[in-house]
């Protein structure tokens, strides 16, 4: 059974910081580039950035670039989103997610249940 | 960044067919996906590669694409189709991956 269970989301005020965290289990975690999308409250779903198998290389959409860090511990099955000098148009649901169907493997498209986030003053 | 164009809303009867599109530059050169996604759920694959349908996805989903153009098809669509649909397809040399806007379809 494929489980992905995001945690560290919160209210916090612009420019602050969050961490999230995205523990997996019942697949190959260590196998698997792993992605966040996030959306915000009544909006469409939105990439924020994909790690590979290995953690040596990250991709971020233009807005969150420089601002926010993803990471992985393949030891812990463990994804992360390290969220540094946050803004209002953060505010958003944030989930991890293996997105399958773009690797050719669309019946192992696995996402967690979210966790939110709500930047403000 | 490219964008992917999808109309905000979809409205059919049950058991009329419901067509879903998806533009963008570049479609007709990469693969695209589509999403559904009910009201306080996560997101399932309807469609993959453009037009091929995953295992447990009913029949009457179907996908086809022209030139630069996606469309989801729902043929003799339910009230349980009723959802927010989502293309999406990958850029950047397939580092990113970028989802239109989402489709409400009302079945009623």
């Known amino acids: 059974h494929v489980q992905l269970l995001e945690s560290g989301g919160g209210v916090v005020q612009p420019g602050r910081s969050l961490r999230l965290s995205c523990a997996a289990s019942?697949?190959?975690?260590?196998?698997?580039?792993m992605h966040w999308v996030r959306q915000a409250p009544g909006k469409g779903l939105e990439w924020v950035a994909v790690?590979?198998?290995?953690?040596?290389?990250?991709y971020y959409r233009e807005t969150v670039k420089g601002r926010f860090t993803v990471s992985r511990d393949n030891s812990q099955n463990t994804l992360y989103l390290q969220m540094d000098s946050l803004r209002p148009e953060d505010t958003a649901l944030y989930y991890c997610?293996?997105?399958?169907?773009?690797?050719?493997?669309?019946?192992?498209?696995?996402w967690g249940r979210g966790t939110l986030v709500t930047i403000s003053a | 960044s490219s964008e992917l164009t999808q109309p905000p809303s979809v409205s059919v009867s049950p058991g009329q067919t419901a067509r879903i599109t998806c533009s963008g530059d570049?479609?007709?050169?990469?693969?695209s996906y589509w999403y559904q996604q009910k009201s306080g759920q996560a997101p399932v694959v309807v469609m993959y590669?453009?037009?091929k349908r995953p295992s447990g996805i009913p029949e009457r989903f179907s996908g086809s694409s022209s030139g630069a153009m996606l469309t989801l098809i729902i043929s003799e669509a339910q009230v349980e189709d009723e959802a927010d649909y989502y293309c999406?397809?990958?850029?950047?040399?397939?580092?990113?991956?970028?989802f239109g806007a989402g489709t409400k379809l009302t079945v009623l």
């Open positions: 790690i590979s198998k290995d953690g040596s290389t990250e």
């Open positions: 570049g479609l007709d050169r990469k693969y």
């Open positions: 997610a293996f997105i399958g169907a773009i690797y050719g493997v669309p019946m192992e498209d696995y």
């Open positions: 999406y397809s990958t850029e950047k040399y397939g580092n990113h991956v970028i």
């Open positions: 019942g697949f190959s975690f260590n196998t698997s580039g």
């Open positions: 590669e453009d037009s």
